[in-house]
């Protein structure tokens, strides 16, 4: 019996998600498991990144991370409004290693985001409310 990738449920899995955000697109990293699964340039819209998850891993549970900068806090407003359960770090709390410092670019820096949020590695900094 050959199975459908609508029969495909991912319920009790977790997806890490690291964000590298710019104003024209996002840079995203996936991992499940310990794992990379994926690496994408998407647009800059928290909704296209939910639909995305659940069109692709329904029933998932979805972490992501972005780093505090230019942005502000709309994304991370609303991710978690969808229900992706997401924090903004400080770029210097990030772990890099001496190649990453010398080779920058957005599929590193999502890359070592999703990293640091699999293996536990970053801290939430406040998130002012809007007003």
């Known amino acids: 019996m050959e199975t459908k990738r609508s029969d495909v449920r991912f319920d009790g899995q977790e997806f890490i998600l690291g964000l590298d955000v710019h104003h024209r697109s996002w840079r995203v990293t996936i991992r499940t498991m310990g794992t990379e699964v994926r690496t994408m340039a998407m647009p800059p819209d928290p909704r296209e990144l939910y639909s995305h998850m659940s069109r692709n891993y329904p029933g998932g549970s979805y972490r992501s991370v972005y780093e505090a900068g230019f942005s502000g806090f709309w994304a991370h407003r609303q991710l978690v409004d969808l229900g992706i359960a997401n924090i903004v ?14 080779q920058k670019d957005d599929t590193r820096d999502s890359r070592k985001l999703a990293r640091g949020l699999d293996n536990g590695e970053l801290n939430a900094i406040h998130v002012p409310t809007p007003r």
């Open 89 to 102: 770090t400080h770029a210097a709390d990030v772990p890099t290693s001496d190649k990453e410092r010398r």
